[in-house]
Antibody
């Protein structure tokens, strides 16, 4: 199993960014996927979950209405569209494969850093 | 959804056992057997250690075990080793169809 995030960077508050997570080594289209973030020096913070076929999405209250999780199973890729970014969205963003029933994360990428600063 | 409560730090000598608690509410840990635990070394991605309260993924040492009573879950590390020094996080599914992590515990091997 390999998960490789990309798309992070430095940007100003209010701007948008799309993160990608390229998956390999497993049948991507049969697994739900999570995004989890970690602010510098802080703990883990769950962001979003998408079902294996993309038909169901769930979000943390802190990002609902601003972030959108999606996937392209034909390209084995997971996405996180982040709009109206705020300083408190600054974090390393990890994609993670969901285990059975989607209620835990059994494989993680190395993360991509998003810094929101004026 | 507030973070689950963990002690900030736990320490033990090599060979000893330590237990990390994770306290939630009746809306998460108290209702669902969907508690998982993650180990994170500095600068590294988290690693799944326990899922569904008590189950261990293939490849994880049997020195790691999980349990739950009421609104509190626990992770026990027996036969503490230097390589166990890391941050540990619990996580639970919630009644809002979301997930919550714990505040994190730094384990120090003396």
């Amino acid at each position: 199993v390999q998960l490789v995030e990309s798309g992070g960077g430095v940007l100003q508050p209010g701007r948008s960014l799309r993160l990608s997570c390229a998956a390999s080594g497993f049948t991507f289209g049969t697994y739900a996927m999570h995004w989890v973030r970690q602010a510098p020096g802080k703990g883990l913070d769950w962001v979003a979950l998408i079902s294996s076929d993309g038909s169901n999405n769930y979000y943390a209250d802190s990002v609902k209405g601003r972030f959108t999780i999606s996937r392209d199973n034909s390209k084995n890729t997971l996405f996180l569209q982040m709009n109206s970014l705020r300083a408190d969205d600054t974090a390393i963003y990890y994609c993670a494969r969901a285990g059975v029933r989607g209620v835990y994360r059994d494989s993680w990428g190395q993360g991509t850093l998003v810094t929101v600063s004026s | 959804q507030s973070a689950l409560t963990q002690p900030a730090s736990v320490s033990g000598s090599p060979g000893q056992s330590i237990t990390i608690s994770c306290t939630g509410t009746s809306s998460d840990i108290g209702t669902y057997n969907y508690v998982s635990w993650y180990q994170q070394h500095p600068g590294k991605a988290p690693k799944l250690m326990i899922y569904d309260v008590t189950d261990r993924p293939s490849g994880v040492s049997n020195r790691f075990s999980g349990s739950k009573s009421g609104n509190t879950a626990s992770l026990t590390v027996s036969g503490l080793q230097a390589e166990d020094e890391a941050d540990y996080y619990c996580s639970s599914y919630t009644s809002s169809n979301t997930f919550v992590f714990g505040t994190g515990t730094k384990v120090t091997v003396l």
